[in-house]
Every structure is written in structure tokens, then in C-alpha cells.
């Protein structure tokens, strides 16, 4: 794993070989992000996850979103996507934050009037396909799929049932990773968190092993740990069902089984 050497093997296009004590925790509740502002167009925001931010993301979501037309450069084909471009739109994948960093700005499209960074979808959907590429070459129970955010777990928990991956969801216990001691020790070879934020502290523990980490990221996320960048709205229930749902599919594809869960399996009633 180089991703705390520099930004990621994902920075320099180049892809990681598969054959390649217990720290403070880092508390996803602690952890402050920028607030999506509530919108029409976009999921809810979850800057922490409170009872309040779900309320308001449920109140957002069933305003409905309404769908951009510019969302990829124009010499990109909407034939050549996993799904219908208007599916990426009606969940809000492409729905960033009103900050961006620098890590991000290659994966933004453009901003709109009101602040709001659009992310290109047709790399979305090539980063699906890239990230399943990497997961197809290791053996399932060998990957992690770790969420703390609220509309990440349910389709994580999916997601690692139809892969046959191991999943944890919630606070992660420090040590999960590093404490051979603690009864929840695991040694996975690859980890997929839905939030470099929201999951610090497992992005922390995969760094402290060396294995490497594939990531949803938003506008406003830095990605210096991050192996593999999946640039997608990882706040909003819908986007992350979908998001979750190709890559359990495209993961699926690669290893010659089929896929048999769909997009309805992945979404929460929350």
C-alpha cells in the first residue's frame, strides 16, 4: 500500500497487484464534513449522522429530484454507460457539495448556479467498472465493505452478501484490523468504504496493514489514502443503493457468476 506515500495509486493511474496497536478511535459521529444544502436536486446531506439529518433527507428525497442535462463532457456517449444516464440522474449520483478539493476537481463537471459541484457521470460509471475489475482478482471473504454512514450500511450489508464479502457496518471498532487480541480481528486483503470520512478510521487501519482502499467520494472529500477513487453523492440513500448495486453486479460479471439481486434489493426503507 503506497496511499499514505502519496495520493493514492488511483492519482497515478496505475493499478495495485492483488498478491501484493489498537489506535484512538476515530468516531464517525465525530466527524465534521461540510453540509449539503437541501435541494431539489439533490439527496440529503448527512454532515453527522443525527436523527435530524435523516429527517431532513428523507423530506429532501421525497421532494423528488429534479434531472441536469450537463452532467458529462459531450463527447462522451450515453450508450456506453452501465445504466440509462436519467437512472444516475433520478438518484442523484452526480449531486456533489458546494466545496470541492483539489483531489476531486478532475472527477467535477461543473458547478451550478447554486453552488452545487456536479460530478461527471460517465466517470462514475468507468470507476464502477474499473473498481470491479480489482475486487474480481480477490477471493470474496477477502474483501470489506465498511460503512458508518446511515444510507451506506443497508446497501454495503447488500452488497457484501451478493459478493460474498465481509461487511461492517456502524461505529468500526478500532483494532478490527491491527488488534490480533480483539475478538473481531479480520485480515482482509481489500476494503471499499462508502466515506474517506465518515470511515476514517477504517482507511486509517487498511493504511496501518498495507492493503489497499477503494473509496466513494464526494466533492468535498480528500483522497491521499485512497487507492481507488469512485467519484459519486455518498450521502444520499438512492445514489449509494445505485452505486453499490452496479459494483456488486460488475463484480459479479467479471467473476462469470450472475447477478441476481436487483437494484430494489439494495434500498433501505429508511
Known amino acids: 500500500m503506497s496511499g499514505n506515500e502519496k495520493e493514492g495509486l488511483d492519482a497515478s493511474d496505475s493499478d495495485f497487484d492483488p498478491s501484493d496497536e489498537d489506535d484512538e478511535a476515530v468516531d464517525a459521529e465525530t466527524e465534521t464534513e461540510a453540509e449539503q444544502p437541501a435541494d431539489d436536486a439533490a439527496e440529503a446531506t448527512e454532515a453527522e449522522p ?127 484490523l491491527t488488534n490480533p487480541d480483539y475478538d473481531g480481528y479480520i485480515e482482509p486483503d481489500i476494503v471499499v468504504v462508502t466515506d474517506p470520512i465518515g470511515d476514517a478510521q477504517a482507511v486509517k487501519e487498511a493504511i496501518t496493514v498495507g492493503i489497499p482502499v477503494i473509496a466513494m467520494c464526494d466533492s468535498n472529500n480528500t483522497t491521499s489514502n485512497v487507492d481507488l477513487v469512485v467519484p459519486t453523492n455518498n450521502k444520499g440513500r438512492k445514489a449509494l443503493s445505485v452505486v453499490y448495486w452496479l459494483l456488486a453486479n460488475e463484480t459479479l460479471d467479471r467473476r462469470g457468476a450472475e447477478p441476481t439481486y436487483g437494484l430494489d434489493d439494495f434500498e433501505s426503507d429508511i
Not at 444510507?151 to 478500532?174: D, H, L, N, S, W
Request: no cysteine.
Open 50 to 176: 443525527t436523527d435530524d439529518a435523516d429527517e431532513a433527507a428523507e423530506a429532501d428525497e421525497a421532494a423528488g429530484p429534479q434531472l441536469d442535462e450537463d452532467v458529462m463532457p459531450d463527447e462522451q456517449s450515453e450508450a456506453d454507460l452501465l445504466i440509462p444516464v436519467e437512472d444516475y440522474l433520478g438518484a442523484g449520483v452526480h449531486i456533489g457539495t458546494q466545496q470541492k478539493t483539489q483531489d476531486m476537481e478532475r472527477f467535477i463537471h461543473r458547478v451550478r448556479t447554486d453552488g452545487l459541484y456536479v460530478l461527471d457521470v460517465s466517470m462514475t460509471d468507468e470507476r464502477i467498472r474499473t473498481a470491479a475489475d480489482f475486487l474480481a482478482n480477490y477471493e470474496p471473504e477477502q474483501i470489506l465493505a465498511a460503512s458508518s454512514r446511515q444510507y451506506g450500511r443497508f446497501p454495503a450489508e447488500k452488497f457484501a452478501e451478493a459478493i460474498g464479502a465481509r461487511v461492517r457496518t456502524g461505529r468500526f471498532i478500532p483494532g478490527t
